[in-house]
């Protein structure tokens, strides 16, 4: 089983439409969680940190739920530059971060 | 630009020829990370280093991968006998340490292809 699991991709929706990306980790020691987002061909960069109580920046939500190792990424009202893989991160014991595989989005006008 | 810089962008190389990447990181990080990418994947871990320390290394990586830093500043990857499942992006990132909410810091990576 891997570390990090997420939805497979790709996810194509309109724009304006809400989209949630799941991914699931195996260590249930894992400290921290991330959102990175990937154009293509560039590097990955952070998109926001995920917290406990849940946390909001503007039109993207993210959940963490440790009880059942689960986070979520909640995008609403969708834009075209929202297109990218969303890489779902997490920080073990000892300062490794781990990646899941992406999920891919395209919006589309 | 003080960002995370790594050379070469692109390598080209035969199977069978060694290979070593260069990681620049932001000045003021102690921690310093090696990925490895490929088409459709998230980055895989590969090592890690905090200042000059390799704090840890993936059960993945064969014995003709290996990372240093020596002076806790740049950091080269070779590879050795490189073969053709080693063509992929090869990421470094960088942080500063001191909380697990550390942000990681991508270059541009550098894309291997093994002919």
């Known amino acids: 089983r891997k570390e990090v699991e997420q939805d497979p991709g790709p996810f194509n929706v309109p724009e304006g439409a809400t989209v949630a990306f799941n991914c699931t980790y195996s260590n249930s020691a894992s400290q921290s969680f991330f959102w990175y987002r990937q154009d293509c061909r560039k590097e990955p960069k952070l998109l926001m940190s995920?917290?406990?109580s849940g946390n909001e920046d503007g039109r993207f939500t993210a959940q963490l739920n440790r009880a059942s190792q689960y986070i979520s990424l909640l995008i609403r009202d969708s834009k075209l530059s929202d297109s990218a893989t969303y890489l779902c991160?997490?920080?073990?014991?000892?300062?490794?971060?781990?990646f899941g595989q992406g999920t891919e989005l395209s919006v589309k006008p | 630009d003080t960002g995370v810089s790594q050379d070469p962008r692109h390598k080209i190389t035969k199977r069978g020829q060694n290979v070593t990447f260069r990681c620049d990181p932001i000045?003021?990080?102690?921690?310093l990370y090696w990925y490895r990418q490929t088409l459709g994947q998230g980055p895989e871990f590969l090592t890690y280093?905090?200042?000059?320390?390799?704090?840890?290394k993936s059960r993945l990586l064969s014995d003709r991968f290996s990372a240093e830093r020596p002076k806790g500043s740049f950091s080269t990857l070779e590879i050795q006998r490189t073969e053709q499942g080693d063509s992929a992006m090869y990421l470094c990132?960088?942080?500063?340490?001191?909380?697990?909410?550390?942000?990681?810091?991508f270059g541009s990576g550098t894309q291997l292809s093994v002919l």
């Open positions: 990132a960088s942080s500063l340490s001191g909380s697990s909410n550390e942000k990681l810091f």
């Open positions: 280093f905090q200042n000059e320390a390799q704090l840890e």
């Open positions: 995920v917290y406990s």
């Open positions: 991160v997490v920080y073990n014991q000892g300062g490794k971060l781990i």
């Open positions: 000045s003021e990080h102690n921690r």
